[in-house]
């Protein structure tokens, strides 16, 4: 049973330092620790311990598990550098909520893990959006339940998609089909003293299969027949090393495989599946296509961008407001953001209470339904109107393009932000359930030290006017 902890932060004085000394309240630790939502952090937390387990070891506190992950997220570190960086750190300790500095470590890394399915990304959502509200309170009444449009519109909204991608090399078919082979040899391996032993294990050579895969592998540009004949032949040996798998399998039983082996089998199956059924009909695409063994949710993101014309990861669908940036949609499964445009409307009146008064989005938000949305609704569209404009019109909206494409590129900057130095361009969490929360947390991160300098800005601000005013009195 999770037994929540005291949720009042510390001061400064309260933390003691064994080597003496104090910290420092301008820290940028000490300054997070401050702004986040613990008690909202610590509500959802609990909700996922339900059952109390009398001989279980108690749960590791909800500030330390959020901590830990956010942390990793602002430093862009690993799970093991992380635990070193916050055993060596009495600034990241306050911020976890410990009393004293602890030279030990708190947990085992792999508690990473564990951490990351605690808090899903609908979580991590929540708590950003908590975060932007505490910082920014609601400047305009919420709607009124006799006002479908909520009093009217406020704001700017800014719309664009990106691509996260996975841990996962680019992969081919060639190769994929040989992984596929490699990891049914081995299961064969291991499930073959607990039967007969009767023939050989595999009905063709292992090495030869390897020097084949190796002769077009390695050349630098291999032709298409050679490499339509290359996958034929891993094809085949995937092909009979499943049946090989399967009358194995009768013999030794169920527990022959592990369970990580027995899901691995299933991706292999299905994957054998999808090559067989893009060789015989030709073509180069299928639905669900899996291009990773480890990953198998991973799916291929076509971005036509320069350099990665494909990505291999998630797609995140992103909406900037005042800076801050929220996730409207997250998904593996490539998805047109033109039609996220009305969700993304919907979602800025519930966190704002109004809808705003501008969207400023790219051409691929810009289609019928949603300019039929936004003008019901009184809500300005980025980009020209339909229709041959008039001559007295050109100028006003060639002056109105160019303030939104400005004010536009602060989505664009969010999302280089996000991959350059938060790691949002290489996802490390390898379950589909952790790669969400770690964008989410990105994404967190990077709102949480955008509400720093903010609070900044604002005390320089303060500062300098009372200068004037002490100065013109």
Known sequence: MYKKADRRQLTLDDFSMPFGGRLLAENRWVKLAGIMPWDMIEDIYAAKFKEEKPDGRPP?????????????????????????????????????????????????????????KRFPAEDIARINEELYRRQHPPAVAPPKDDDPKGGGNHGTLVLDATAAPGDVRYPTDLSLLNECRENT?????????????????????????????????????PRKNAIKAAVKEQLDFVGKNLE???????????????????????????????????????????????????????????????????????KLSFSVVNGYTFIDEQSFDNFNEGVTLIDSAEKYRERFGVYPEAILADTIYRNRENRAFCKKNGIRLSGPKLGRPKADELEADAAQAYRDGCDRNIVES????????????????????????????????????????????????????????????
């Open 60 to 116: 590791i506190s909800a500030r330390i598990a959020f901590g830990s992950l956010f942390i990793q997220s602002r430093e862009h570190t690993v799970d093991e550098r992380t635990l070193e960086n916050i055993t060596e750190n009495p600034y990241m300790q306050y911020f976890l909520g410990l009393h004293e500095f602890n030279p030990n470590p708190l947990f085992d890394p792999s508690m990473m893990t564990h951490f990351r």
């Open 185 to 221: 040899e081995q299961m064969i391996d291991d499930i073959w003293e607990e039967t007969k032993r009767e023939g050989h294990k595999t009905s063709y050579n292992r090495k030869k299969a390897r020097k084949k895969y190796l002769k077009v592998a390695k050349q630098r540009k």
């Open 244 to 314: 090989t798998l399967d009358k194995l399998m009768n013999q030794a039983g169920d527990n022959a495989l592990s369970r990580r082996q027995f899901s691995r089998l299933d991706t292999i199956g299905k994957v054998f599946l999808q090559q067989m059924e893009m060789l015989e009909r030709g073509v180069r695409s299928v639905a669900d296509r899996i291009v990773n063994l480890r990953q198998p949710h991973v799916r291929p993101i076509v971005r036509g961008k320069a350099g990665a014309s494909v990505e291999f990861g998630q």
């Open 414 to 473: 969010r999302n280089g932000i996000a991959k350059r130095r938060y790691g949002l361009n290489r996802i490390l969490a390898y379950l589909d359930c952790t790669a969400k929360t770690q964008a989410a947390f990105i994404v967190l991160a990077m709102n949480a030290d955008h509400c720093l300098r903010a609070f900044l800005r604002q005390l320089l601000k303060l500062l300098f006017l009372t200068v004037l005013r002490l100065r013109y009195a």
